[in-house]
């Protein structure tokens, strides 16, 4: 049985970006992880009520997946680059430790968002064969909401690999919708439209009803 | 009024890649061009008779875009590489000089096709300020089937400009539909789904019902 | 009647990289406004007399552009990036929604100095349309003291977008030396010669007497 | 049982970039099918008896890995730019479509020799899944004698994912060898010494005694 | 004794390339060889009264260089890329193996022109250590007209050496009015007055009066 | 004399990266500077005992390089990029300033340690002429335990310069070994036998028996 870990900045990250391919493997038998880095907090222009809220919402969307475990690093949303880096890798580090996960799905390190980013370069000593031995394949995934709005052309989104997830898109965009108050109409980024769509044209691109694309980072075997 | 050129490889690239922009543009009062570089011949697995309509095609899309003239260089289809490229841009430079451009649209140099990336090669000199003074602006287009199936990845497609087509998708489809031999079922890239996909994607970047992306090459004010 | 926004890590940067343009976008009948990332502080090596020079100094250049208003963030300068992030996108996002700025223009990412690199990073939101809708045209601009001195290759400055500054030209640089202090004898890069120089080879570039060269970030229409 | 295609410009590319990847999968069960580009003839500096002696070799080694076929384009060496492409790939597409591949080893299109780069531009068509529908994943290999001598910077190669070889790098060095007069001494790209030292610097690199490296291309499942 | 070879495309990139640093090495003591990979003929659009002129041209610059020697490949203008490589690559070789140069200096792969492009291609295997042992350093420089002029962005003319040529720019414009037939007044880019001012440019990005910038492409000591 | 600077993110980094070259430097004349940017503190991970033993192995390094000086910033190790920039490029520009050196070795900015990321952009400043007006060239050297394990690809070590260490590769073995709590046996990558089999590499890409690789950053003369 394999270890799958998927790394979300924020909760709705990892449905966006790798819903249905989770889906697929947790149908494939594979233990699910869920990595959130981020932890938003009443005062910072969200009630103790939406905290709460998007509390459930987690809990909700753990199950739906079938999550062995999630493990939550707690680190301040929107200010995940303020936390010193080592502190991040070292707390990554103890999760992945424990996980010992074969596949991991990171955001993408071009992304807009700077939460996304940072996600990305705590997780990358990952990578490194001789700190985390179990890690076999490691993929940046695509977020239509911050992956296409980086200004900053030095990185785009390559996506090298397509997982064909025809079977499992009901299921990621009911999940999606758990997430209400992260969604809004089309063309929102984060809509079940927009999310589709995306769907759409990577199946086009790799001749499947619906895919998901990713960017291959290192694959070992 | 400003001039407007298209350049297509082959016929249906200028609608798959700029046709609901070109369609805007034809409302806004602009003269539409369209150059097309390569011509099908009877024998190379097309029958006479496939060419003919082919013909027939090509005039009921001129009419419906409103094009002012279609320029055809008349090289072979699939062997435009083959055509010595002082000769192709020889005879680019003539449509350009005469017809004087303000705006270009060319298909986009890492598309997998060489006639794609050919036609963008022959055109090139059309960013030379000194060779051709009317131009000043310059686009790539994406035309799904291609622009996503380079397996080269040095020069990925990176939209910097993004055309609201929400008024125009559905004539934009309506003209596809004329190329029926070159669509097929979706996931197929050409075929009104994919169309419609990217059309939905690129408007979930860029704020509109339905867009066109391009990836600003020149411009000069 | 359009709203202009020119970003400057430090005073003089807008007029280096976009000062002409600036001049032209105002002779046009547009509104501009300057944002102003940093201030210089008595202590770090600059006196409290130069600090007051400085302040008159950007009140004078607002007043040769014809400014509508002067933003000021209040950084400390050479240490923008030990500010928050998330503090400096909330500053920033408020000068974004009260300017409601059509037209941006902001450093290179890939300039030497860190605070260059930043205060591009704390706008790149804007280039989100569900956050600053107004926002239709981003540019980054070229500072010759800071764009050909990264000596990270990652992210060359490639400009595609060229305005002609031959009538601004002489304005520019009479706007420049009212940053004395930061001007020395060429070849130093934050020279008069230098400055004219650079415009000469841009305007051969784009066929104009003197040019201003950017890179076009994002355009929506 | 899984078909595996590796493709040569010229014997003994497959070898150095690929050998021990194809010997284990040999031994995983699957078919392996050589596709060779190019062929040397008498008096372009080789002799007959040179010609006939490199027959013998391709048969010796198409023996040792227990090749299911060889596929032989029969294109005049060093001019594989010369054939037009479109034919390359007519005949290229002949050979897929008989084998279908799930598997495709190329050579890297940043190769110095042009030879490299048209194998694997007249292969890039298998990575459409509408015109190669077995195809599953493609990879581009490095040859230390061409990999790494393209002076020209766009497209470094950039391994993604690394092959466990340890245990078949003794039996890809004797295949090695039977190339004699494509070998010279260390430090000669083309020799023991350096294929090996490249297979322990890409061991280290993924923490096997001996590994091959490969980019990604193009994986679909 | 060193020995320098300058490659150009076309008479007068050369000088506009990197005259100033030929003159430099001249005045070191080295011994310069100038390879011209084409020849206009009467006929293309020329006179052969042009033709003749141009044969004197060369002459008078080959003596205010004080060239060792001119070779001449003789090939087409414009259809450089139309001449099989491997015959150009067999040519160029000859000359690289009878001079021996210990530096050379070759047009930038990403320039506008296609002949340019070539230049760089059939040169490319000097690179190679075991076919041309002499070379110690090669450097792509930059030609005004061509290289600021590829609409293709994949390859950047990104400098990374600067020679400075304060002393020998007055000798440097000299000899380009030997050219006058390609001049033309600025802003055209092969003016004097272009030519000066990306002089200038560049000494201010390397703190010399006037600089010549060049992308290293290969250095082994 | 010339005087060259190396420097380290953490002790070792030196001997892995440039360690023949400073040897071969030393043995050239040159005046040979150690800067090493961090330091590890007891109780993070480490006891007094390894703090006292690393301080006695750089004194024992910088005897067998024969250093004239041994430059420490002393921030702590693994994070250097929580310590203000602005404060490291002040302690940074002091010792180039000092020390005056003419040639700098550097981390690569792509590495996958931050401390060499970090180490990277406090030095990025002595790139500029008007700052350090010694500095001649500047490269960045690659660390095999750092270099290949960026998850990142927007930036690969892309090596341009190549120096022959066949004469001093044991000798810089022989300091490697100094860092012997650094060392874990092939094919960890900080290993003797990992180190050789790089050298050797980028030997048959440069044509010497072992060489150490460089991507030149800036070069001025």
Same mark, same amino acid.
């Given at each position: 049985?394999?270890?799958?870990? /998927?790394?979300?900045?924020?909760?709705? #990250?990892?449905?966006?970006?790798?819903?249905?391919? +989770?889906?697929?493997?947790?149908? #494939?038998?594979?233990?699910?992880?869920?990595?959130?880095?981020?932890?938003? *907090?009443?005062?910072?222009?969200?009630?103790?009520?939406?905290? %709460?809220?998007?509390?459930?919402?987690?809990?909700?969307?753990?199950?739906?997946?079938?999550?062995?475990?999630?493990?939550?690093?707690?680190?301040?949303?929107?200010?995940?680059?303020?936390?010193? !880096?080592?502190? +991040?890798?070292?707390?990554?580090?103890?999760?992945?430790?424990?996980?010992?996960?074969?596949?991991?799905? +990171?955001?993408?390190? /071009? #992304?807009?968002? *700077? #939460?996304?980013?940072? =996600?990305?370069?705590?997780? =990358? *000593?990952?990578?490194? @064969?001789?700190?985390?031995?179990?890690?076999?394949?490691?993929?940046?995934? %695509?977020?239509? *909401?911050?992956?296409?709005?980086?200004?900053?052309?030095?990185?785009?989104?390559?996506?090298?690999? &397509?997982?064909?997830?025809?079977? @499992?898109?009901?299921?990621?965009?009911?999940?999606?919708?758990? &997430?209400?108050?992260? !969604?809004? =109409?089309?063309?929102?980024?984060?809509?079940?439209?927009?999310?589709? =769509?995306?769907?759409?044209?990577?199946?086009? %691109?790799? /001749?499947? %009803?619906?895919?998901?694309?990713?960017?291959?980072?290192?694959?070992?075997?």
């Amino acid at each position: 049985m394999r270890t799958v870990l /998927g790394v979300a900045p924020h909760p709705d #990250d990892e449905t966006l970006g790798c819903g249905g391919t +989770l889906l697929r493997h947790r149908d #494939d038998g594979c233990a699910l992880h869920w990595l959130i880095a981020t932890q938003a *907090s009443a005062g910072e222009g969200v009630s103790q009520a939406w905290v %709460e809220q998007r509390e459930r919402t987690i809990e909700r969307v753990a199950e739906a997946y079938g999550m062995a475990e999630v493990h939550r690093l707690g680190a301040p949303a929107t200010r995940l680059d303020a936390v010193p !880096l080592a502190d +991040l890798v070292g707390a990554t580090s103890e999760v992945f430790s424990k996980v010992a996960p074969h596949v991991v799905y +990171l955001p993408h390190p /071009g #992304d807009a968002h *700077s #939460d996304h980013r940072r =996600a990305f370069e705590m997780c =990358a *000593s990952g990578g490194k @064969w001789f700190r985390q031995a179990s890690v076999e394949e490691i993929y940046a995934y %695509e977020t239509l *909401s911050e992956t296409r709005f980086g200004l900053d052309d030095r990185q785009p989104f390559r996506p090298t690999a &397509y997982v064909d997830v025809s079977m @499992w898109l009901e299921r990621k965009l009911e999940i999606l919708r758990e &997430y209400s108050t992260e !969604l809004a =109409a089309f063309p929102f980024p984060r809509s079940e439209e927009s999310t589709e =769509a995306l769907a759409r044209v990577r199946g086009a %691109e790799s /001749g499947f %009803e619906a895919a998901e694309a990713f960017q291959l980072l290192r694959f070992r075997r």
